[in-house]
């Protein structure tokens, strides 16, 4: 299954359109028409709000360098970070290769630990090429 979910970052998209958008993507991942809000916590550990606003701040540092994230990719990967599961599960449970999981979360690690190095460590990220 190919997810079509990159969207252009835009200064004006509104962050409702993007918490919309982020929501629709991850009941594509779990197959569900709706999901809850304390499902959606429970299965990402954070709000469509919070969510919206960190793919917005990773979107305008990526957009410099010419890098692309969807919220798919960023959906991957507050899911690794809460469920910690091994690559073999979640990739399994977002319906892509081990291979597609594994380059989309460490790109989006990268530009979070771009953007955020406070809250991403690099030292976390070079820890994670042993678990993957």
Known sequence: MRHNTRFPVSPSMNLLDIEQMIHTTACEIYKRRSLNQRTFLACFGVTTCVLAKCWRLINEAALVRRQEFS???LLWTVMFLKQYSSE???SATCGVS????????RKV???MNSRYSNVVSSHF???LT???
């Open 88 to 90: 073999d599960v979640l």
């Open 98 to 105: 081990q291979k597609t999981f594994r380059l989309q979360v």
């Open 109 to 111: 690690m990268n530009a």
């Open 71 to 73: 919220c798919r990719d």
């Open 130 to 132: 042993y678990f993957f």
């Open 125 to 127: 990220l070079a820890s």
